[in-house]
């Protein structure tokens, strides 16, 4: 079973450059979770999505960032512009409900360098 | 909120020897606690998880018991291998989030 997919896993930008990363969830999963992973600190969550509909988007920087999930599945999170501060790697994760924990699964991250 | 608090550092330790990283958290009620590892180029995987006070997770020779006195879920292994070596975090689920600490990694020297 193919796990959760992101790309691009490493992408170098100059700050006031947008940027949008890529989640492929597993299959059937129909909760997704996008993290924050700031060097030496654990992931913090941005947002969670059910099916199509973000559930809990209150840690998410709205003047700068934003996300989406057309029909459920995949799903795209921007920043626009990006500064020197939102260096980072950048987690989905996925699971297959959310109403009572669900074991998450994590993908491989995307390493974002804002120069 | 819930938080989880891990000891500062990375680990460095010698093959056969004996881990512990401890883990303490905060929150209203009893969550869910768990501990994740990150190995080096890959994503974050469940390592194992406890639901409720005096519960021991387990895995891969791994332990932690949820200790509702301590508020505290330390992860134990009693040999490292140096496959060991890895990023560990420590996490609990309340309100529908999952609280992570900062992690500590592992180093186990042959």
């Known amino acids: 079973e193919a796990g959760v997919v992101q790309s691009p896993r490493y992408k170098i930008i100059e700050k006031k450059q947008p940027v949008a990363f890529w989640c492929n969830p597993i299959?059937?999963?129909?909760?997704l979770y996008w993290y924050r992973q700031n060097l030496g600190q654990g992931p913090e969550l941005l947002i969670r999505?059910?099916?199509?509909?973000?559930?809990?988007d209150s840690q998410l920087p709205k003047d700068r960032f934003s996300a989406e999930r057309l029909k459920g599945v995949d799903s795209t999170l921007k920043i626009q512009p990006a500064e020197l501060g939102d260096s980072a790697v950048y987690l989905c994760?996925?699971?297959?409900?959310?109403?009572?924990?669900?074991?998450?699964?994590f993908g491989p991250g995307t390493r974002l360098t804002v120069t | 909120g819930n938080s989880v608090t891990q000891m500062e550092g990375p680990v460095t330790l010698s093959e056969e020897a004996f881990l512990t990283i401890n883990c303490t958290y905060t929150?209203?009620?009893?969550?869910?606690l768990f501990w994740y590892v990150q190995y080096p180029g890959e994503g974050l995987q469940l390592l194992l998880k406890?639901?409720?006070?005096?519960d021991k997770g387990s895995n891969k020779g791994f332990e932690a018991t949820y200790r509702k006195e301590t508020t505290s879920f330390h992860l134990e292994k009693g040999s490292v291998q140096v496959s060991d070596s890895a990023v560990y975090f420590c996490?609990?689920?309340?309100?529908?989030?999952?609280?992570f600490g900062k992690g500590n990694q592992v180093v186990v020297i042959p």
């Open positions: 994760a996925s699971s297959l409900s959310d109403g009572e924990y669900y074991e998450q699964y």
């Open positions: 299959s059937g999963h129909n909760t």
């Open positions: 999505y059910e099916n199509e509909e973000a559930v809990d």
């Open positions: 929150a209203t009620g009893y969550p869910s």
């Open positions: 406890a639901t409720k006070a005096d």
């Open positions: 996490a609990s689920y309340g309100n529908n989030r999952l609280a």
